[in-house]
């Protein structure tokens, strides 16, 4: 399966940088992916919903080498948009069959 991300906005100012979609393959999207900045650098979180008095997943993958990859194909599209100015599709094309 392919993998690709789109940023869909960035933020100036505040921990947010970033919201960013998710495509695996022709099957799925995932919205809502944030980019974040903190102490040890920028980094990818998945959609999240409160329950109770905590945050939960919503979606998240089960294997490291899935997480690296979206983490990868999402780092790789803001880099692109900050270098660009431009929302367009980002991210080359993973191969996820390992991951999966």
Do not use: C, W
């Not at 947010?16 to 999207?29: E, L, P, Q, T, Y």
């Not at 919205?31 to 990818?44: A, I, N, Q």
């Amino acid at each position: 399966m392919t993998l690709t991300a789109r940023i869909h906005k960035v933020f100036d100012s505040g921990t947010v940088k970033a919201i960013a979609s998710v495509n695996i393959g022709d099957s799925f999207a995932v919205h809502g992916v944030k980019v974040l900045t903190g102490t040890k650098g920028d980094s990818v979180v998945m959609p999240s919903t409160k329950y109770k008095d905590k945050y939960q997943d919503t979606f998240h993958p089960i294997k490291r080498e899935a997480r690296e990859q979206i983490n990868s194909v999402v780092m790789d599209a803001y880099q692109h948009y900050l270098a660009q100015g431009s929302p367009t599709p980002q991210g080359e094309n993973q191969d996820m069959a390992q991951a999966m």
